[in-house]
């Protein structure tokens, strides 16, 4: 049976169904995340995995909305129930992944379902999205993971969180970048209105505050 995207309230995806839009000025949700660039020994990336480590009190919430049998563990089929509505809804979000190639945004595609699971109370998530198209180190490739309504915060709490991996992992010199707020406030006070911040679907000025990875390879 398909779960109702109400049963998961606080996923910022289904809380823009339940909740007033001036609430999405601020996170409510927090996840502690990894992110992984694969590379290949032809000098492609071939698959951007993310690891996300949700706060224990949303856990907690996904285990009272999901837990149906009240044992306070989440079986095969309660985590496949979770896994269901997530990969479903973050799909209008791509994921909350951000791509971009020398300024253009390049496509994804998530080829299996996001598999979750819960350890030591907290809600696990880990997934891969794949490049639509060949994707080659070649100019500057950025890559940022935000939620565009800002209702969940991911977080990378070090540098050392955002990597690169496989056989050409050496080829492009990487940064990771940390938005200052205020500067980006200062410079697009124009964009960011009330609209902006009460609209429930998001937008595209959001990923203006996101931690990203930054690849130069030229």
Not at 67 to 93: Q, Y
Not at 123 to 146: Q, S
Request: charged share 25%; with cysteine; aromatic share 8%.
């Amino acid at each position: 049976m398909k779960v109702s995207t109400r049963s998961l309230p606080a996923l910022a995806v289904l809380a823009a169904l339940t909740i007033p839009a001036t609430a999405f000025a601020h996170p409510h949700i927090f996840a502690e995340a990894r992110l992984e660039l694969e590379t290949s020994a032809d000098g492609q990336i071939t698959e951007l995995r993310h690891v996300w480590r949700f706060d224990e009190v949303f856990s907690s919430s996904v285990m009272l909305d999901f837990d149906r049998n009240g044992d306070f563990v989440l079986d095969n089929s309660e985590l496949a129930s979770i896994s269901e509505v997530v990969t479903d809804s973050l799909s209008d979000f791509d994921y909350y992944t951000s791509l971009t190639i020398d300024g253009a945004d390049g496509s994804i595609s998530l080829p299996d379902p996001i598999k979750v699971s819960f350890q030591d109370g907290q809600l696990l998530m880990f997934f891969a999205v794949l490049p639509k198209e060949p994707l080659p180190l070649d100019g500057t490739i950025a890559v940022g993971v935000f939620d565009p309504t800002m209702y969940a915060a991911i977080e990378f709490v070090t540098d050392d969180d955002m990597v690169v991996t496989g056989a050409s992992a050496d080829r492009c010199s990487r940064r990771v970048i940390r938005p200052d707020p205020d500067e980006v406030i200062a410079q697009n006070q124009g964009s960011l209105t009330e609209a902006f911040f009460s609209d429930p679907t998001g937008n595209d000025i959001s990923k203006l505050f996101a931690t990203r990875l930054e690849l130069d390879c030229k």
